[in-house]
């Protein structure tokens, strides 16, 4: 499974307010096979919202995001649920973490699985307008899960 050519990331915060992209992520990272709902009112998209945070949830219970945060689209909560999604599904450990602050950790790992990816050279410099690009999450995906 992986995000196809209609599964396009224009604008990272826009593309999880409905929640099918962020569910459609959760089971290429995961494994499961959870379905969004198919309507398109605020309703099911915060439903889909939901049974991603729970998903995600069951590998880290203190994620702490709230439904509202991610269809709201604040950029630093949305990026936060990336980075709880790295941290949960690329192994990473504390260990791996010491002496590093998650911020600097996390655009460095960020740096590290797009180099080489167009447009995405000055990610650890500009890191927030990198990501609202849309391309920083399909490249991780691409790189870590090229199936």
Excluded at 27 to 33: A, E, K, R, V
Excluded at 112 to 124: C, D, K, M, R, S
Aim: some cysteine.
């Amino acid at each position: 499974m992986s995000l196809g050519k209609k599964d396009k990331i224009g604008d990272l915060f826009e593309d999880f307010k409905s929640g099918a992209t962020l569910l459609k992520l959760i089971n290429i990272l995961s494994g499961s096979q959870l379905r969004p709902e198919r309507g398109k009112l605020e309703i099911h998209q915060r439903s889909n919202i939901g049974r991603a945070l729970d998903a995600l949830s069951k590998v880290d219970p203190q994620h702490g995001i709230s439904i509202s945060a991610i269809y709201e689209g604040i950029p630093k909560l949305t990026l936060a649920l990336v980075w709880h999604l790295i941290l949960r599904y690329s192994h990473l450990s504390e260990r791996d973490m010491m002496g590093v602050s998650a911020e600097a950790h996390c655009k460095n790992w960020c740096g590290q699985n797009v180099e080489g990816y167009v447009g995405l050279e000055n990610i650890e410099k500009d890191f927030l307008g990198t990501w609202i690009t849309g391309l920083v999450l399909p490249a991780i995906i691409n790189r870590n899960k090229p199936d």
